[in-house]
Structures are given as structure tokens and as C-alpha cells.
């Protein structure tokens, strides 16, 4: 399942990403379209073509694209996950090896030497963690661990979300 979320909706896109779901945000398209931002139109185009569910909180948005569409209601990333975990049956089982990057949406590579990342992370990050994945697109690079944020955001499922 491939989404693309809508502009308002950022750091729901960050939590899909690490949750391994490939997801398009508005925003990564605004140089593509050359426009900030991207129109409903654009958004609607490229979702058809790349197959995409869009998510969105825009309901005259979503009233064009029902068919290919989720309407998000409320506040709060939990209770946006909580939606789209009771409409389309998604899980939020952590697994670094299948997250995506937060930031580009593209694959994780294992780091087999922590040390050719020595200078992309903090000195205790480097000092407290051996496992560590990287982005695979060249304009990004953003590396990867499993830290205390992920147990922080898995404790908040369950807390927030019919977990």
C-alpha cells in the first residue's frame, strides 16, 4: 500500500516512513510542480499515476478523489494513525530493516562499518549504538538507529491507538 499525504500532515508522513510504508508527502513535489504549494490537481494527478492513496484532512479535496482517498478527522498524529489503523487494517510493528527514510521516503542500507558514519552522528550516539542504517539516496545519506524515540513512540501506540 502506497499513500501521499497531504501538506498538512507532515509528521504523520514521518511516522508512516518509519513504520515502512512508502509514502509521498505534498511537500517533497514542490520542486516537481514548481509550485508551493502543490495543487489539489497535481496532487490528484500524481496519486492516480504512481498508484498513491491519498490522505488528506481537506474535504473539498477529498470530495474529488473519494474513490482513491482518506479523510482524516481531528488532531493529533496518534489519533491519525488510530484512523488509518481501523480503516485499512495498517500495523505499526517497528522494524529498522523495513523502515524508509523520514525524510526522502526511500530505502534503509545497513551500515556494516559504524565507523564509515563516525562524522554523521553524535559522539554518544556513535559510543551507544552498533547498529546503524542510512538512507540510500545520495542527496540524503540521513542515518538510522534504533534509539530510545522509537520506544518512546511505541509506548504512545499503545497508550493512544487500539493497539
Not at 24 to 49: G, H, M, W
Request: glycine share 4%; net charge neutral.
Amino acid at each position: 500500500m502506497k499513500f501521499l499525504t497531504d501538506a498538512m500532515l507532515g509528521k504523520l508522513t514521518r511516522f508512516l516512513r518509519i513504520f515502512g510504508y512508502d509514502t509521498i508527502y505534498a511537500n517533497d513535489l514542490l520542486d516537481f510542480y514548481c509550485e508551493n504549494p502543490v495543487q489539489d490537481k497535481n496532487l490528484k494527478e500524481y496519486a492516480l499515476l504512481s498508484n498513491r492513496l491519498v490522505i488528506t484532512k481537506d474535504l473539498p479535496f477529498y470530495n474529488e478523489i473519494r474513490e482513491k482517498a482518506i479523510l482524516l478527522e481531528g488532531k493529533g498524529v496518534y489519533n491519525y494513525l488510530d484512523q488509518l489503523k481501523r480503516m485499512l487494517n495498517l500495523v505499526y510493528d517497528f522494524d529498522i530493516e523495513k523502515a524508509r527514510c523520514s525524510v526522502c521516503n526511500s530505502m534503509l542500507v545497513k551500515i556494516n562499518d559504524k565507523n564509515s558514519i563516525k562524522e554523521l552522528v553524535k559522539h554518544e550516539t556513535f559510543k551507544n549504538y552498533d547498529e546503524f542504517f542510512q538512507c540510500n539516496n545520495p542527496s540524503c545519506q540521513k542515518v538510522f538507529w534504533n534509539g530510545p524515540h522509537i520506544a518512546d513512540i511505541n509506548e504512545k501506540l499503545r497508550d493512544e491507538v487500539n493497539y
